[in-house]
């Protein structure tokens, strides 16, 4: 039989800066393969939007594949099985791949797929498709790390790859995956030729004006990277944004890469501990939060009677994407005002993000919920953050038409209307807030104290830093104090940081 390497693509969908392509060429021909796996897109944090985007970009990877003499093999089904029967026509020498810090689901997979292929003496090499260090204890050094793995020269593609003769497969259709309807006109479309026309437009339109509307949820979509999508899916390296970003030595540059840093800075924390995808940060918090199944449909269609909260998640239901300060205070506000458990309004958010990238949004949900110890909480005033950043109510306007006739100074609070004009607010089609800000505000803060003043509670938070907090000095600025106490430094320091 034929000796042949595998190229097993996952979320790391282009052939430019490609490790594990540039590496499987090296001692025999290989089979690029992508496989869609039905148990993967069967999650709830997994979607129509995203298999769109999925989709596109697998399309646009077999072109580029096939331009270079061998197209993509597309397969569905399991991993292992779909091996076997390459085996069962090929000598595989070996499987080559780039690293997942993926769900728990992939993370069983992977294994399993490692016992497989020593069972069947196949090595399996993986290669670093993010600074994030397979078996790293704890965050010692682990900037270094970091910068020097970003810092290697860009990897250019194959300009030939021999053909092989093995059935190249197809796209599975839909109607095979549990997706509800779910339009997204306002995506981006997926694939590494749309990528580039972004990363282009925003390098030389948009990164000198970068930080100036990054929070205003209108402006934000033209003047943010909204490179994510592509990141977490792979159709661009962060080495290649991070290239074009050195070609522009200015603050803006700086402030996108050390958003780049936080990119993998919590994806780290989920390579280290997976079991962060379901279980809280700090054990204390276990099972604070009951389940409400009506108040998680009324957040999750934009219905809660708070304007800036409809708007921001109608828009993202819209876009499949929206900035960072208002993914947090959807967060929030689902875990601290409406006190939903985490994990079932993080699955609602992960499946409207086209860019759901599981290390940084299951932190990201913890973080915003109090559950980490090791950051400080902050529970947003969706009130405040509407008249900060949409001071008229233009984006309110835009996305709960059912408000477009209300004067601006009701517009953040419809409900005071009835103060002064009670007939016309009787009129207004719009629910009423589901919730009282104020009152489950103070409740949730109060509930969070209780917590951290229970016996043990530190010792275990100080645990949970070693282990995954930053060692920056900005970073441990905004810990607790009772965390990162002179005591704590010290002992880190002697550990050589
Ligand atoms: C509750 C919640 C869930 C989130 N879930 C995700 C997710 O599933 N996938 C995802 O990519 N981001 C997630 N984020 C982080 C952040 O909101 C997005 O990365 C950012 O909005 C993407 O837009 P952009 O590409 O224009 O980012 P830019 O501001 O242009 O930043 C460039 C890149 O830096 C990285 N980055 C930026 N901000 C952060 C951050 N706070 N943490 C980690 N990396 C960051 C991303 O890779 C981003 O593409 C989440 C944030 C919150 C509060």
């Not at 939903?340 to 499946?351: K, R």
């Not at 109090?370 to 109510?393: A, E």
């Amino acid at each position: 039989m034929k000796d042949i390497n595998i190229l097993w693509f996952k979320k790391d969908l282009r052939i430019d800066d490609n490790e594990a392509l540039l590496e499987s060429l090296k001692d025999c021909d290989i089979l690029p393969i992508y496989i869609f796996e039905i148990e993967v897109w069967n999650q709830k944090t997994h979607s129509r939007r995203q298999w769109q985007f999925c989709k596109e970009s697998v399309l646009d990877l077999r072109n580029s594949l096939n331009e270079l003499g061998q197209p993509l093999i597309i397969k569905t089904g399991k991993v292992i099985k779909i091996f076997e029967e390459i085996s069962s026509k090929f000598n595989i020498k070996g499987i080559y791949s780039h690293q997942e810090t993926g769900d728990w689901i992939t993370y069983k997979r992977d294994q399993e797929v490692k016992l497989w292929a020593s069972s069947k003496k196949i090595i399996w090499k993986e290669y670093l498709q993010f600074s994030v260090f397979r078996g790293n204890l704890n965050r010692d050094n682990w900037s270094k790390k970091w910068r020097k793995n970003v810092e290697r020269e860009l990897i250019k593609p194959p300009s030939y790859i021999n053909p092989i003769d093995f059935d190249i497969g197809d796209i599975p259709e839909e109607k095979i995956f549990p997706f509800e309807k779910d339009e997204c006109p306002g995506r981006l479309k997926g694939g590494r030729k749309n990528e580039i026309k972004r990363m282009q437009y925003f390098f030389k339109e948009k990164l000198s004006s970068y930080s100036k509307n990054i929070s205003s949820p209108e402006k934000s979509f033209d003047s943010c990277s909204r490179l994510s999508p592509y990141i977490s899916w792979g159709c661009l390296s962060l080495r290649e944004i991070l290239y074009n970003s050195n070609l522009h030595k200015n603050n803006n540059s700086k402030m996108l890469k050390s958003r780049l840093t936080w990119h993998c800075h919590f994806i780290q924390k989920l390579e280290s501990e997976p079991e962060l995808e379901f279980q809280d940060f700090h054990p204390y918090f276990k099972n604070i939060r009951k389940k409400k199944a009506e108040l998680l449909f009324l957040w999750s269609i934009g219905n809660t009677g708070f304007p800036f909260i409809d708007a921001c998640m109608r828009s993202l239901n819209f876009n499949g994407w929206i900035n960072f300060r208002m993914r947090a205070m959807l967060m929030s506000f689902a875990s601290y005002n409406l006190w939903l458990p985490w994990q079932d309004s993080g699955s609602e958010l992960a499946n409207k993000f086209i860019d759901y990238e599981p290390g940084i949004h299951w932190n990201q949900c913890q973080m915003q919920s109090g559950t980490t110890s090791i950051n400080t909480n902050r529970i947003y005033n969706p009130i405040k953050q509407g008249k900060d950043h949409d001071p008229k109510g233009e984006f309110i306007k835009k996305w709960v038409p059912e408000l477009k006739n209300v004067y601006d100074n009701f517009i953040h609070e419809p409900w005071l209307m009835s103060n002064f004009n009670s007939e016309e607010y009787a009129k207004l089609d719009y629910i009423k807030p589901i919730v009282d800000i104020h009152k489950t505000s103070r409740e949730a803060r109060q509930k969070i104290k209780e917590i951290t003043q229970k016996k043990g509670y530190w010792d275990i938070s100080k645990k949970i830093y070693l282990k995954h907090g930053s060692r920056k000095k900005t970073a441990i600025n905004r810990i607790p104090k009772k965390v990162t106490n002179k005591k704590l430094i010290q002992y880190e320091l002697n550990l050589g940081l």
